[in-house]
């Protein structure tokens, strides 16, 4: 049973009222078993009229490589649609943890489009259950490199930044282990 939901969001800036968010993806996984719920949601999302590009966060993108964005664009929906099959996707008053990298940046713009564009009941997961990655890996392994985990597929496709984020808990987590057993 998966105990918590890994969230990435790209967005169009970095307010979380006002910027849009143009691609969510989630993944559920259990950190005991470390099994992964391959039954992943990677949606794209349509800009509407009430979220704008903040300038600095376009020029950002248009360093990036272009196909990720292009991506994006080519497979965007309906914000209303989008966020419908996201709170029915996780569930509502599902339990499971939010993580993400940060937490301060992806929570805030998930409630915000679940207030906003979601089919009434609002943000899917609990403000007491969010957990912050970077957080979670300092108290587990303050010494752990993050740059240790090779990242594999498009930095900046919020799916595989989600997969990356789980494969750098479970790293820091063996790292953390490690320096147990060395300890007794």
Not at 65 to 90: A, H, N, T
Request: some cysteine; hydrophobic content about 40%.
């Amino acid at each position: 049973m998966p105990e918590f939901c890994c969230v990435d969001v790209e967005t169009t800036g970095t307010s979380p009222d006002r910027a849009a968010v143009i691609q969510i993806a989630a993944v559920r996984f259990n950190t005991e078993t470390r099994a992964i719920d391959h039954n992943f949601f990677n949606r794209c999302l349509a800009i509407p009229t009430t979220r704008f590009w903040q300038e600095d966060t376009r020029s950002w993108w248009m360093k990036q490589k272009r196909s990720v964005l292009q991506g994006i664009f080519d497979r965007m929906e309906d914000p209303r649609l989008v966020m419908s099959d996201f709170q029915d996707w996780v569930g509502f008053n599902s339990g499971l943890h939010f993580l993400s990298k940060p937490l301060s940046f992806d929570f805030p713009f998930v409630a915000s489009y679940a207030t906003e564009f979601g089919p009434g009941y609002g943000m899917p997961f609990s403000h007491q259950k969010g957990r912050d990655l970077r957080s979670m890996m300092s108290a587990m392994a303050p010494d752990f490199d993050e740059g240790s985990v090779a990242f594999e597929g498009d930095q900046h496709d919020a799916l595989f930044d989600c997969l990356h984020q789980i494969k750098l808990l479970f790293a820091a987590m063996d790292h953390a282990q490690g320096h147990q057993k060395s300890r007794l």
